[in-house]
């Protein structure tokens, strides 16, 4: 993409997370964190798009985002999320869980919790075990770890205020919310685990799985308004496309990147796109936004099975919702797929996108953003 910047950072990023805007603003973002991983000292940032593009003859670097503050961050960052507009939370190699705030004012971020060692292999004093993904709800925070651990914390307690240590016998990495009472998990055995919180069991309410090899899965995102659907992606490079009210396996594979699918995102307000990062280098739009007319077809044509969509009856009696993603071949839907990295790369660990507004983070010790996906 012409205006995808590239800022080169010094550090190999792990993560990046736009911080949230006000749900009835039409401002975009321009705040975001990164972490850090695989580095001698690890680090979260937060940077500004302020005056992105805008021309400044005394600035060497336009276009670029700016530093406005970082601190230490002990372990690799293996997940970040914001749990509101000041504070962000972070996943360590380390086992530990921290909220980070960050001061508007002055331009600094301060640790403000942390809870030491909340991912540990159990039998081994003082081995810690990294936690591998969390999700934010605020006041609530969900981590999931290698120990295959699921904590429970809230911003304003001390304690952890639930654990349920035995719910995975493989590594968990990904965790998100499908509802306000109910959370989805991935792990290293290919599976996707649904999990009710109003329950007290250490038993998920249903597991799904990928047929076959048991590959791991790394990622995973549902849908944003219809919550039954979900996307997965991992170490094959696969993407998964799951209905979790009626089928145990996926509704859709397609072949997609060339190696390990570390993110998957749909757009949270145009869900009709879909993103997702790889190992290989490669960042993919995944667009299935495309209006498609189906016409009548006599002869069973061609027309008719490249433009077949699937349909959802609602459950209150109103309008047919649409959703492209759940046909049995997602590929046939106009779909359209476009890498928006200007060259290959090395790893791309991470991305988000809020708005018209685009951030993610490589191995090639660069961040870029683009604040025009649609235009």
């Known amino acids: 993409m012409e205006d995808m910047f590239a800022k080169f950072v010094s550090q190999k990023i792990s993560k990046t997370r736009w911080r949230p805007v006000s749900a009835s603003s039409l401002q975009q973002p321009d705040v975001f964190a990164a972490g850090s991983w695989d580095n001698e000292e690890n680090k979260v940032s937060v940077w500004t798009t302020g005056d992105f593009g805008a021309i400044n003859l005394d600035d060497d ?51 403000k919790q942390k809870w030491v060692r909340a991912h540990h292999h159990v039998g081994s004093e003082g081995s810690a075990a990294p936690c591998t993904g969390i999700v934010c709800s605020s006041p609530e925070i969900v981590s999931v770890g290698e120990d295959g651990r699921i904590n429970f914390f809230r911003a304003d307690s001390k304690d952890i205020v639930r654990t349920i240590d035995d719910a995975d016998s493989s590594t968990m990495h990904a965790v998100t919310f499908l509802r306000t009472t109910e959370i989805l998990t991935v792990n290293s055995i290919g599976q996707l685990k649904m999990w009710d919180l109003r329950q007290q069991g250490n038993d998920p309410t249903q597991i799904f799985s990928v047929t076959g090899d048991r590959i791991p899965l790394h990622c995973v995102d549902r849908h944003p308004s219809q919550q039954h659907i979900v996307a997965t992606g991992g170490q094959d490079g696969m993407l998964c496309i799951w209905d979790v009210r009626q089928s145990r396996m996926p509704i859709s594979l397609m072949n997609a990147h060339k190696a390990e699918m570390w993110e998957v995102h749909f757009h949270p307000s145009k869900p009709d796109h879909l993103f997702s990062c790889s190992e290989d280098g490669s960042l993919w739009h995944w667009d299935a936004s495309a209006e498609v007319t189906e016409k009548p077809s006599f002869l069973g044509g061609r027309n008719s099975s490249l433009m077949s969509r699937s349909t959802v009856a609602p459950s209150n009696g109103g309008q047919f919702l649409m959703s492209p993603w759940l046909s049995s071949d997602p590929t046939k839907n106009n779909l359209e797929i476009t890498n928006l990295l200007p060259s290959p790369t090395l790893s791309v660990n991470s991305l988000d996108v809020l708005g018209e507004c685009l951030v993610c983070g490589t191995d090639t010790e660069a961040i870029y953003v683009t604040k025009h996906l649609f235009s």
């Open 61 to 111: 670097y336009q276009g670029e985002p700016k530093l406005l503050c970082d601190i230490r961050h002990s372990g690799d960052v293996l997940d970040l999320q914001y749990l509101d507009q000041e504070r962000v939370v972070t996943a360590s190699s380390t086992g530990s869980v921290t909220i980070f705030r960050h001061h508007q004012n002055n331009q600094t971020l301060s640790e």
